[in-house]
């Protein structure tokens, strides 16, 4: 079971629901993309920039020797940096409406993350954040996505708590930031519409 539970936690890292998130976007509305350059940009700033946090840790002066604590901090950062490169590129490139909601979703939710990690002190989950603000995307395009988006974050949820890397309050925490900052979001572009 922990097998198991390691796996899924590997699948539903937060770059990787991202990509995901994008391809079905891409191939399902392109529209919100506006060209194809948009999903390569936001492949590299919202999946592959992120994701390289993992493989670099060990050259990281800093960061090397924090073992999984540094990791995660590591991994947060380079999120985050992603994030801010992606909203710049959008701001530069013209992007769509669409791709705003996704950046503004994702810098949004990563800022509130940070916040209530370091200057809180209230572990949220950025684990469930990186499943949970994508489903909310997902419904936001209307992808039909809610069910299996709803079995991926319990699927995400068990493989945290048999595996002690979080408490429930921390899961539920990571899970309503992004909800929030997407009902956020859809409330102000209907009152600036």
């Known amino acids: 079971m922990n097998r198991l539970a390691k796996a899924i936690r590997c699948v539903t890292l937060a770059p990787v629901m991202a990509g995901i998130m994008l391809t079905l976007v891409y191939v399902r509305q392109p529209q919100v993309m506006g060209r194809a350059g948009s999903f390569w940009w936001g492949?590299?700033?919202?999946?592959?920039?992120?994701?390289?946090?993992?493989?670099?840790?060990?050259?990281?002066?800093?960061?090397?020797?924090?073992?999984?604590?540094?990791?995660?901090?590591?991994?947060?950062?380079?999120?985050?940096?992603?994030?801010?490169?992606?909203?710049?590129?959008?701001?530069?490139?013209?992007?769509?409406?669409?791709?705003?909601?996704?950046?503004?979703?994702?810098?949004?939710?990563?800022?509130?993350?940070?916040?209530?990690?370091?200057?809180?002190?209230?572990?949220?989950?950025?684990?469930?954040?990186?499943?949970?603000?994508?489903?909310?995307?997902?419904?936001?395009?209307?992808?039909?996505?809610?069910?299996?988006?709803?079995?991926?974050?319990?699927?995400t949820w068990w493989a945290s708590l048999r595996m002690k890397r979080h408490t429930a309050g921390q899961l539920l925490g990571g899970t309503v930031i992004p909800v929030a900052v997407i009902l956020v979001l859809t409330f102000l572009e209907k009152i600036t519409l």
């Open 43 to 155: 492949l590299f700033f919202l999946t592959v920039l992120p994701i390289l946090a993992y493989p670099l840790q060990p050259y990281i002066p800093g960061y090397r020797k924090k073992g999984r604590e540094g990791q995660r901090i590591l991994a947060m950062v380079f999120a985050v940096a992603g994030y801010l490169m992606g909203g710049i590129a959008n701001f530069v490139l013209k992007a769509p409406r669409g791709m705003w909601m996704i950046y503004l979703e994702y810098l949004l939710s990563g800022f509130l993350i940070l916040f209530f990690n370091k200057c809180l002190g209230l572990r949220a989950s950025g684990h469930a954040c990186g499943v949970a603000g994508p489903a909310a995307l997902l419904v936001y395009f209307r992808i039909p996505a809610f069910v299996s988006g709803m079995i991926i974050l319990a699927l």
